[in-house]
């Protein structure tokens, strides 16, 4: 198992310019830029409720609107993980957990399956918090779990506060994720019957055996 987890991603479009620093094994304070101020604050909570480091860097078309860029920063959130976590993914691979924030409740269940999926249950009670638009929270999942290949559900058990209902569900997913990429010394080889991680790999050695 590799004893450096970490990744560095850029990204630049026309409508975006993005770079991207991730650690999943040393924790630091996060430094964190995209213009939007709520957004970062959820950023911030990922990253320090999953104890990684995160130094993040990211322009976009905000006249026009937050659409672009939240998007964009999830693919390449998404592409860092993947990349972070490399090829050796004897990892616990599965976790769940709870995040409370005074009324509002969340649940994360994460499987780095090498799989792309997204459940997202979480009805925010307003369509905005200060200048953030609550729909974008889903653009973000989406671009994360496609781009990191991984399963997510995350739900929104109760609450009626949005800034409360997404900050929890924010911490929810960190926790889950914390819990599923910490290397597991136990293991002998990667936690799946395919024997692989990786969507490619794994529909490789079906073709494979077939053949």
């Known amino acids: 198992m590799s004893s450096t987890r970490q990744a560095e991603v850029r990204r630049e479009t026309k409508e975006t310019k993005i770079f991207l620093r991730l650690d999943l094994d040393q924790a630091g304070e996060p430094k964190i ?29 905000l006249h026009i609107d937050q659409h672009h860029l939240v998007e964009d920063v999830g693919i390449v959130f998404g ?17 769940a957990a709870y995040a409370p924030l005074d009324d509002a409740l969340a649940r994360a269940v994460v499987d ?43 739900d929104l058990i109760r609450g009626h506060n949005a800034h409360h209902q997404l900050e929890a569900s924010f911490k929810a997913f960190a926790l889950a994720l914390r819990s599923a990429v910490k290397v597991d010394g136990s293991l002998a080889e990667v936690p799946s019957t395919k024997g692989s991680l990786s969507e490619d790999e794994a529909r490789k050695a079906s073709e494979d055996a077939a053949g």
Do not use: W
Not at 33 to 61: I, K, N, P, Q, Y
Not at 119 to 141: A, I, K, N, Q
């Open 79 to 95: 592409q860092a993980l993947r990349e972070a976590l490399g090829e050796d993914l004897r990892i616990q691979r599965f976790a």
């Open 112 to 154: 780095i399956s090498g799989r792309a999926y997204l459940y997202y249950g979480v009805e925010v009670s307003r369509p905005m918090v200060g200048d953030f638009d609550t729909d974008l929270v889903l653009e973000f999942f989406q671009a994360l779990t496609a781009n990191a290949r991984l399963n997510l559900h995350l």
């Open 33 to 61: 830029s995209t213009g939007v101020g709520f957004f970062d604050h959820m950023l911030e909570a990922l990253a320090v409720h999953g104890r990684f480091g995160v130094e993040l860097e990211a322009e976009g078309d």
